[in-house]
């Protein structure tokens, strides 16, 4: 009865929505294609929304949600054609676009219901069409701007993916419950009460994924914060590193003057073998570089091994860096770093200098990489709600390495996992090809 006094949006008004919200985010997002290719992709795409939209509407209403469905299916199908992202990343925009092309379209036509009493497209009721839909997107254009990056590919985990999809699914079913029935609790039964109650829901729908944006892109800036901040100490490390060789070379040339000498001077073979024996040990391990393949990885292997060394750990490494081109400098450094200097700090605990040892490989698994560190410590686990926890003194202001770690590793559709096995520490990151 609702229906017959009220006649629903028109499909192709609907049509027009969808393609707006979709063009938003490929206008705000990296594109995939040229200028020229995104335009043919999104004419493409406008075209076919039109066609599914008007065979949906001669569907009878039990078929109203595989029509929906199908259009669905093309909005992605845009998106992922114009945005350099992947198909998680694209899902998650769907989510987004779906509730805003939902949430404009019901604007609209509640505006138009209350101005016009008829559903006919008119050049007045065109008009505010036009208004309606561009000032729309226009604002949610300038408000989703602070949130995405055309320079940058947008990378979201599969929580924030089903987080999106869970609010907009929610949003989509509420707000057109009362279309499909209006035996339900929370369907409207009079007049204008069902537009304001779609347009509600669908507005409360798009500012729920509005924030969690906004949490999204704090928590990416507090990452980063933190991985710079773990780089500029890497950096500070590396830098007494190079003091500290430099200083150990001046001795070394200091004291291989010395030992020339007595060498020229010594007439007894065994003593001559024993100083060159001396001055071979004198010299092991320097110039000894790690060669991976990644010359990142190779820095922070070399400048972490050295420092093991200098406390007596053992670190070795069976690497092939050539696996991780794919990751960021900053993600390299947080991941190998913060593992590293975690797994060197346990291993200090153990009481046995013999038994210090940590050991990395890097390798394929599959249609993965595996980023593998173990090591030795003394068998002592800390742990708070079910999270390992620091054991220095204020973990409130440290135990940030594994989260950076976990962060870093899930940006690229990856996951961390911990074993521990006796007196055996170990860390797994899997990612992705």
């Known amino acids: 009865m609702i229906l017959d006094a009220l006649p629903d949006i028109p499909r192709w008004y609907t049509a027009l929505a969808e393609w707006g919200a979709c063009l938003v985010y490929v206008s705000l997002l990296k594109r995939r294609r040229g ?7 999104l004419a493409a795409g406008l075209l076919v929304l039109l066609v599914v939209q008007s065979v949906a509407a001669t569907l009878p209403i039990e078929l109203w949600t595989a029509g929906m469905s199908l259009a669905i299916m093309v909005m992605f199908g845009i998106i992922f054609a114009c945005v350099s992202a992947p198909p998680l990343t694209a ?15 019901s604007l609209q036509w509640q505006l138009h219901s209350f101005v016009f009493s008829h559903s006919q497209p008119t050049p007045a009721a065109l008009l505010l069409l036009f208004v309606v839909y561009a000032a729309s997107f226009a604002g949610a254009g300038f408000a989703e701007a602070r949130h995405f990056t055309r320079n940058e590919t947008l990378l979201v985990g599969g929580k924030e993916v089903v987080t999106a999809v ?26 204008m009460e069902l537009f304001y109650i779609r347009t509600l829901v669908d507005f409360a729908g ?52 010395h030992h020339l000498v007595a060498l020229r001077g010594e007439s007894d073979p065994a003593r001559k073998d024993a100083y060159i024996d001396e001055l071979e040990e004198s010299i092991r391990g320097y110039g000894d570089r790690v060669q991976t393949g990644n010359s990142v990885l190779d820095t ?18 069976v690497a092939d860096g050539r696996l991780l081109d794919f990751m960021s400098v900053i993600d390299i450094c947080t991941v190998v770093g913060n593992a590293l200097d975690n797994a060197i700090e346990s291993t200090l605990r153990v009481s046995d200098s013999e038994q210090r040892t940590v050991r990395l490989a890097t390798f394929a698994q599959d249609d993965f990489v ?64």
């Open 300 to 317: 922070v292997l070399t400048a972490k091994r050295m420092y093991a060394a200098e406390n007596g750990v053992t670190l070795t490494c």
């Open 206 to 257: 798009y500012i729920a994924l509005y924030m969690q944006q906004e949490h999204h892109r704090e928590l990416h800036l507090r990452e980063e914060n933190a991985a710079v901040h773990a780089l500029l100490r890497s950096q500070h490390e590396q830098y007494l590193l190079t003091r500290r060789s430099i200083d150990a070379l001046n001795r070394m040339h200091h004291d291989m003057k």
């Open 91 to 105: 899902g998650y925009l769907l989510a987004r676009a779906l509730v805003l092309a939902e949430l404009v379209a």
């Open 370 to 433: 595996m980023l593998r560190i173990e090591n030795s410590f003394d068998g002592v686990v800390n742990r708070r709600n079910g999270r390992l926890e620091t054991r220095k003194a204020d973990p409130d202001r440290h135990g940030y390495g594994l989260r950076n770690i976990e962060a870093a590793v899930e940006k690229y559709g990856g996951n961390v996992s911990i074993s521990v096995e006796g007196t055996w520490f170990s860390l797994r990151a899997l990612l992705p090809r």
């Open 166 to 191: 869970a609010i907009a699914l929610t949003t989509f079913a509420v707000s057109n419950l009362s279309f499909l029935s209006a035996n339900t609790p929370f369907s409207a039964r009079a007049g």
């Open 35 to 41: 200028l020229v290719g995104t335009g043919l992709v």
